[in-house]
């Protein structure tokens, strides 16, 4: 599975920025779909993710009431929609995908395969 993602730039806080990140090789049907970040001088974390099955999202904390993950199978194609952004938002955001990943592990990211090239979102204040 190769993942391409799109849809960064910049926005004042308040503003809201769709992701994108698009599969192709193969169908991402029976895959976890996540949604990484990553901020200079810290580690990647848990954005949100689809289970395997599709049948659950999941989401961080953080995040939780101002994002959300959806998916187009026609186009196999993952969407992040980012509302209220807050500065803190600052990011790279990453897709990831992995088809034997267990419900335990979805915000973990070594438990990913699969990984997309990152796209910058940057949140002015």
């Known amino acids: 599975v190769q993942l391409q993602a799109s849809g960064g730039g910049l926005v004042q806080a308040g503003g809201s920025l769709r992701l994108s990140c698009a599969a192709s090789?193969?169908?991402?049907?029976?895959?976890?779909m996540g949604w990484f970040r990553q901020a200079p001088g810290k580690e990647r974390e848990f954005v949100a993710a689809f289970s395997r099955t599709g049948g659950s999202t999941h989401y961080a904390d953080s995040v939780k009431g101002r994002f959300t993950i959806s998916r187009d199978n026609a186009k196999n194609t993952v969407y992040l929609q980012m509302n209220s952004l807050k500065p803190e938002d600052t990011a790279v955001y990453y897709c990831?995908?992995?088809?034997?990943?267990?419900?335990?592990?979805?915000?973990?990211?070594?438990?990913?395969?699969?990984w997309g090239q990152g796209t910058q979102v940057t949140v002015s204040s």
């Open positions: 090789g193969r169908t991402f049907s029976g895959y976890a």
């Open positions: 990831a995908a992995d088809k034997s990943i267990i419900l335990s592990s979805l915000r973990a990211p070594a438990a990913y395969d699969y």
